[in-house]
């Protein structure tokens, strides 16, 4: 399939290095180029900051509402500021020539280099370097180093290294830009700081900066001062150079929040910080910094041979995903935007527990367990939610950010930007049977008993106490039916029996009555209660006509419409004649909706009904979430729709990088980088855990690909998979032996 790539300055000409040529302020650059290490994250904007760039500073889990329509995720003052000046003209690109300009996002290293040539009018020639990373060593740590050159020119230089408070969450909407912190700032020759309140005074988050000079050759340092603007702190060095004369700065940022220490200490504390990351010096930050990401990519990475598009592609969605979590931290989660800009306000949605936790599960359990802790945590919030609905148990929120409470705003704009009501937040409730299903898949794969006795098990029951009271008995068909919901699909809404909802609601209360004999005391579960679980799972409604799933009651009676045309990045067009504004009068979906019921639970289905559905619903789906590719690549590789199986693949690795849904400049697609891997474990590899706990490899490659090499842990194992046309070769790289798996049908012992 050719896919344009939508930005043709995007490259990736090496296996691990993104490449960007030109000097260009994209905004969807901003959101590739973000460092990030799930503690915090700066966007990809310059140095010196231009007015037209959206800068971006984030600290995961430090949220706030002011005067917004709902919490979101606070964009903090820009730290990585830098300014050049030269006999006091400040060095703005967008008035030099400028002769060349690149920036590398080196993934093996996760280290972004910016360099640039440029002259001025008066014919002065400058070159440009600088390096950034936000250290996995130390998390509270970004580390920059600068390196200036003076090709042709003599004079005073002067380096600015500036925090910026002069920054809003969406800037660039008038109606619902937002300054979320009152910013104390302070400077002197040891560091530019600012202390920030959030509005609501939920958090307070210090920044430091200071920057010490490396080397200097034909150059010397004349001074040393700092300047305290009250929205804006930098400290300034002079230095003398004479024609070709280089200095090297390093520069350290640090970040401490309230969320680590009390309000009162965070000065003190990113002070501390601030001094000891001088003190170990950039060589030391780079290579403790790179030694950790070698040893997450060692557990992490995956090859594909033959395929160089797909590999680098699919190695930036990994890459994403690293970046926005945090083993050490339980409080937060992945928003579906990562933390990579402010689309959806930085909530954390089913995104995350379906389609980003595969892939912490299997290459990286300690980030996955980190993450479900996340939603144990929240458990209070979720019963919170249930209870004001007039519900049992605990249902959770749709959108999620700091507190556990629904979070999604009540309003928003269709396709026309037209205003709507958005009814997610009341009633798009399979997310609440989607996070028992993730926290099953993290414990099945990882052996994980006390997880799921301490934390998976009061989740699971308590979800299920929510079904069981939001069922409603229809006792002529004496059936339970949930009504009035949303499904995957959000073109159709106050919908009833989802088959999606209906279906892992029912999975997940015969889960829990499971779950109960074990782990129910705790939880206060009877058996009395878990088998009432049993009785009414069994009687929920699951429509179906013939072998075809229908979507939900009435599904099949909507006006059909075919998908026939696409664009250039082979996404699809609306039909002729569809009214955008009444899209739930017709058979087309927003994303994988039935069939990624068929992913998930896929025992409750034949191959030939998978295949049927799978046809059905591909040629119906509009693909208008980043979410529904993956889905259908995946799929399509277990139900031999090999083409379908290969383009979407495409789609969803390329999403960010050829920006094929035409917002990645709001941040990345998460759920789409984490649904890439689950494509290729699921579907090309087909891995699977049959009903014995066992692992099933069945794998099909696209033909174009000679093999893909992927490492996994299974039940305390680290397993290597390669796959080829010819061979499947699994080896035990550690843990215990006796392991026995089934591979293309057949019994292996390892
Ligand atoms: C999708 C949802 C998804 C959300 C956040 C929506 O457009 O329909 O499934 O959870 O975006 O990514």
Redesign the pocket.
């Known amino acids: 399939m050719d896919i344009n790539m939508a930005k043709e300055s995007i490259h990736m000409d090496s296996a691990r290095i993104i490449t960007e040529d030109g000097f260009r302020l994209d905004r969807a650059s901003e959101t590739r180029f973000t460092v990030s290490n799930g503690c915090f994250a700066v966007r990809g904007t310059s140095e010196e900051l231009y007015d037209n760039e959206t800068p971006g500073t984030y600290v995961a889990g430090v949220f706030d509402k002011g005067n917004s329509a709902v919490t979101e995720l606070v964009n903090l003052p820009y730290p990585f500021g830098m300014r050049i000046y030269i006999d006091r003209e400040y060095v703005d690109l967008r008035e030099w020539t400028v002769g060349f300009h690149r920036r590398e996002l080196d993934m093996a290293r996760g280290v972004l280099t910016r360099e640039y040539a440029a002259a001025d009018a008066k014919g002065r020639r400058l070159r440009v370097r600088t390096e950034r990373l936000a250290s996995m060593a130390k998390r509270y740590i970004g580390a920059s180093r600068i390196v200036i050159t003076c090709e042709n020119f003599g004079g005073v230089v002067n380096v600015e290294n500036f925090i910026d408070c002069n920054v809003y969450n969406l800037k660039n909407n008038p109606n619902e830009r937002e300054r979320h912190f009152a910013a104390r700032t302070s400077a002197d020759d040891n560091a530019a700081r600012v202390i920030c309140a959030t509005k609501d005074g939920d958090y307070t988050v210090a920044i430091a900066v200071n920057a010490k000079t490396r080397s200097l050759a034909k150059a010397g340092c004349i001074g040393r001062y700092s300047r305290d603007f009250g929205n804006y702190a930098a400290v300034y060095d002079d230095f003398e150079v004479e024609e070709g004369a280089v200095i090297e700065l390093e520069r350290v940022t640090a970040f401490c929040s309230s969320r680590e220490v009390s309000s009162d200490l965070t000065e003190k504390t990113v002070s501390g910080r601030l001094a000891e990351g001088l003190k170990t010096g950039w060589d030391k930050l780079l290579a403790e910094h790179v030694r950790e990401m070698e040893n997450l990519w060692e557990r992490a990475d995956i090859t594909i041979d033959g395929d160089s598009e797909a590999d680098k592609a699919l190695r930036f969605c990994l890459y994403n995903l690293i970046c926005s979590a945090n083993p050490l931290d339980e409080e937060v989660s992945i928003g579906?935007?990562g933390l990579h800009g402010e689309g959806?306000k930085g909530h954390v949605?089913?995104?995350t527990e379906l389609f980003m936790l595969p892939f912490f599960t299997y290459a990286l359990p300690d980030y996955a367990r980190a993450l479900l802790s996340y939603r144990w945590h929240k458990l209070e919030g979720a019963k919170k939610n249930a209870e004001a609905g007039g519900y049992a148990g605990a249902r959770y929120p749709w959108e999620s950010a700091d507190s556990g409470l629904e979070e999604t705003p009540s309003w928003g704009f269709d396709y026309k930007r037209n205003k709507v009501r958005i009814w997610?937040g009341d009633i798009e409730i399979h997310i609440t049977c989607d996070i028992a299903y993730a926290m099953r898949e993290y414990v099945r794969a990882s052996g994980d008993t006390e997880f799921l006795r301490e934390r998976a098990a009061p989740v699971i029951f308590e979800t299920a106490r929510f079904w069981a009271s939001r069922l409603e008995y229809d006792k002529e068909r004496d059936l339970y039916d949930i009504k009035g919901v949303i499904g995957?699909?959000?073109f159709h809404e106050h919908i009833d029996n989802n088959a999606y909802t209906n279906t892992l609601a029912r999975w997940n209360l015969r889960y829990a009555a499971e779950l109960a004999a074990e782990y129910g005391a705790g939880s206060g579960v009877t058996d009395k209660e878990a088998n009432i679980w049993v009785d009414v799972a069994d009687k929920i409604c699951v429509p179906r006509s013939g072998g075809l799933i229908e979507q939900y009651d009435g599904f099949f009676k909507k006006q059909d419409v075919l998908i026939t045309e696409f664009d250039a990045n082979q996404m699809p067009l609306w039909p002729e004649g569809v009214d955008i504004t009444k899209l739930g009068k017709y058979q087309i979906v927003?994303?994988a909706d039935v069939v990624m019921l068929m992913h998930l639970l896929g025992e409750e289905f034949t191959p030939e009904e998978m295949k049927e559905n799978y046809i059905y619903y591909e040629n119906r789906t509009m693909h208008?979430?980043?979410?529904g590719p993956s889905m259908y690549a995946l799929m399509g590789a277990r139900t031999g729709q090999h083409g379908k199986a290969y383009a979407n693949f495409m789609r969803t690795v390329l999403t960010d990088i050829a920006d094929n849904q035409g917002n990645t400049a709001h941040g990345i697609?998460a759920?789409a980088a984490g649904g890439a891997w689950c494509a290729v474990f699921y579907g090309f590899c087909g891995i699977g855990v049959d009903a014995a706990g066992n692992l099933v490899i069945d794998p099909w490659l696209p033909e174009k690909w000679n093999g893909i090499t992927m490492n996994f842990h299974f039940l305390g194992r680290r397993l290597r998979l390669t796959v080829t046309h010819g061979e499947v070769k699994l080896e035990r790289l550690s843990g215990p032996e006796g392991l026995t798996a089934t591979v293309n049908g057949g019994a292996v012992e390892l």
């Open positions: 579906a935007k959806y949605f089913w995104d997610t995957p699909d959000e927003k994303q208008k979430s980043s979410l697609h759920a």
